[in-house]
């Protein structure tokens, strides 16, 4: 059975730091890439960044360069997202996607909410 759970998540104070991970079992994880995607209440899903399948190479959303960072561990089957310099702007439910070819799946989302 495949499955992506993602943990994380919380309450964090803008400037702060959080650090998101996305615990893969039940596919060959080395041959997916893997991505974050958030949605805040009203918005349509947006890409945040994404990690090729060996960890060769990331892309990010122009919002959260500099600031974020997508890193993987194969060996572990997890992909991590390393929040920093948070602002209000990011509180949104963030999920895990996983992708090869025309088979992707995805988590169920952890909330992420940055506010004093």
């Known amino acids: 059975q495949v499955q992506l759970v993602e943990s994380g998540g919380g309450l964090v104070q803008p400037g702060g730091s959080l650090r998101l991970s996305c615990a893969a079992s039940?596919?060959?994880?080395?041959?997916?890439?893997m991505s974050w995607y958030r949605q805040a209440p009203g918005k349509e899903r947006e890409l945040v960044a994404r990690?090729?399948?060996?960890?060769?190479?990331?892309n990010y959303a122009d919002s959260v360069k500099g600031r974020f960072t997508i890193s993987r561990d194969n060996a572990n089957n997890t992909a991590y997202l390393q929040m920093n310099s948070l602002r209000p702007e990011d509180t949104a439910v963030y999920y895990c996607?996983?992708?090869?070819?025309?088979?992707?799946?995805w988590g169920q989302g952890t909330q992420v909410t940055v506010s004093s």
């Open positions: 996607n996983a992708r090869w070819g025309v088979r992707a799946y």
């Open positions: 990690i090729t399948s060996s960890g060769g190479s990331t």
């Open positions: 039940g596919f060959t994880f080395s041959y997916y890439a």
